[in-house]
Structures are given as structure tokens and as C-alpha cells.
């Protein structure tokens, strides 16, 4: 949707139903026509997934970040809460490793 200009989703409540579904949230900041875009970029979106599952999986396309790497946030031993506390788990003062 990022590459439509839309903004992203909002992941849905407990419990899921489905696996990673998303709930449309629709407020009063949205117009008619802002709503009506957004049906049409989901229907663009559902007929590339049945077309080119790929494209879709592999998407964002034209944003500055494609896809985080989400090994990161699995691995207790990379995070770091601040960037004085990443430095110090590179070992160097300076983040260098060296």
C-alpha cells in the first residue's frame, strides 16, 4: 500500500482469526473519496497478489526502506536500547569493533 501512497494498515485486536490480519480504520479524518482510493488500491493489490505473488510479497518497492530484516529483533544479544549501549555491545567506544 506504501507504494500507492496509502498509508499503512493497522494491524487488527485479539484474537486472530486469520493469520496477520489487518483492520481498515476508517475515522472521520478520511473523505469519501480518500476511502474509495484506498478500495481500489486493496483491489489492485489482490488481483497483482493472484497475478504475481512475488511482487506482493516482496513489496514495498518504491520507499527509501524495502523490507526490514527481522532476524534482529529475534537475537537478544543485538539489541540495544540506546546508541551509547550499541556502541558498548560492538566493544569500542567509537561503534567501530575494532
Partial sequence: MADYGID???M?????????PFTPEAGELWSKEDIDL??????????EA???PEMVKSAPHNQPVA???GDVFEDPKKWAMT????????GTPDGSGA
Avoid: C, G, M
Avoid at 546508541?83 to 560492538?90: E, G, P, T
Fill in 67 to 69: 523490507q526490514v530484516n
Fill in 83 to 90: 546508541w551509547r549501549a550499541y556502541q558498548r555491545k560492538l
Fill in 50 to 52: 493472484r497475478t504475481d
Fill in 8 to 10: 499503512p494498515f493497522w
Fill in 12 to 20: 487488527s485486536h485479539e484474537p486472530w482469526i486469520v493469520a496477520e
Fill in 38 to 47: 484506498w478500495i481500489d488500491v486493496i483491489a489492485k493489490i489482490a488481483d
